[in-house]
């Protein structure tokens, strides 16, 4: 038996969360539910513009490393933050929820910091994010632990980390000792935005060495440049063994081997969106990594994703098992 049953690699920073209006996002140049990347003077500007806010341990990988850690599976995660205020945060926090932290912290003084994500939320419950990715972005494959990789029955790659400038060999070697151990590589599209920047890169990688492609629907009609949903997926279903896609309130498509089963969202008061796809992503792998079937995956997958987005935050604040004994899939 492996030593871990999933190991993510991505972005490590702290959300920053606060409820906005439209008209906030419209004057202060703001994308509504996007990620736009920032740099630190806009990151200081922007937080003092903001209301109250709170601040969360967050990444998209490092959420969904969290959640599965929550269900008790053995788990690891790779990501660079600074040894200063956030940094010593987001890895206590991570610990905390029982994952395996040991990526070492940049040294502290003047530069770049820790990451932060200030993500602020309209009423309707969708996110616009603002990403000043700090010391993530310089991710390379120094800090990639071999000996870890090739102990992970699976490998998590955040599509959010393709913007840093030595993290395609970072992946490249997470890989190469995953695969050559005999494990499986899964990665998420995590924004059109992404997809939009690195889309060869992506194709490449997702043709050659992806077993599992975790996506939403604006993600895959993106990759695959298409306004015809069926074809995405059935693009993407001949480019990888498994397919999960989520699709907001009308629930995920799970494709393999020629099946495709659509599983309903679970209906659920939108509070907050952020994480949703995080939560999907981990309780999917985690009911992977357990012999579960991708249909019964997909269902525990929206399960997770309804909790997350009930509440301010994407790191699940309910035991997400008994959630799942409750709708009846363990």
Request: net charge negative; glycine share 12%.
């Amino acid at each position: 038996m492996k030593r871990f049953q999933v190991v993510g690699i991505g972005n490590a920073m702290v959300d920053v969360i606060a409820h906005s209006d439209e008209e906030f996002l419209a004057g202060n140049g703001i994308g509504k539910g996007i990620m736009q990347l920032i740099d630190m003077n806009r990151a200081v500007d922007l937080y003092a513009r903001i209301g109250p806010a709170r601040e969360i341990s967050g990444g998209s990988a490092a959420n969904t490393i969290a959640g599965v850690a929550q269900l008790g599976g053995r788990t690891a995660y790779v990501g660079k933050v600074k040894d200063d205020q956030l940094g010593l945060i987001f890895a206590h926090d991570l610990r905390a929820q029982g994952a395996i932290y040991e990526t070492p912290m940049a040294e502290a003084g003047p530069g770049h910091e820790t990451g932060r994500c200030i993500i602020l939320v309209t009423p309707d419950g969708e996110r616009s994010m603002n990403t000043y990715l700090g010391w993530s972005e310089f991710l390379t494959s120094a800090d990639i632990d071999v000996a870890q990789m090739a102990q992970a029955e699976w490998i998590y790659l955040e599509g959010y980390r393709f913007d840093g400038p030595d993290s395609h060999e970072a992946f490249a070697k997470a890989i190469r000792a995953c695969r050559g151990a005999g494990g499986k590589v899964s990665v998420t599209l995590s924004d059109p935005f992404c997809v939009e920047r690195h889309r060869d890169a992506f194709r490449r990688m997702i043709r050659d060495d992806v077993d599992l492609l975790f996506a939403n629907r604006a993600e895959l009609l993106s990759m695959y440049q298409t306004t015809d949903f069926t074809a995405a997926l059935q693009a993407a279903a001949a480019d990888v063994d498994l397919l999960a896609c989520t699709e907001g309130a009308e629930g995920a498509h799970v494709c393999t081997g020629g099946q495709h089963w659509h599983v309903p969202a679970i209906p659920t008061q939108v509070v907050d969106a952020t994480g949703a796809g995080d939560l999907f992503a981990g309780a999917f792998l985690w009911g992977l990594s357990n012999r579960y079937d991708p249909e019964t995956c997909g269902r525990m997958g929206c399960i997770a994703a309804s909790e997350v987005i009930g509440h301010i935050g994407a790191r699940p604040e309910t035991d997400l098992r008994a959630l799942f004994s409750q709708h009846g899939v363990l």
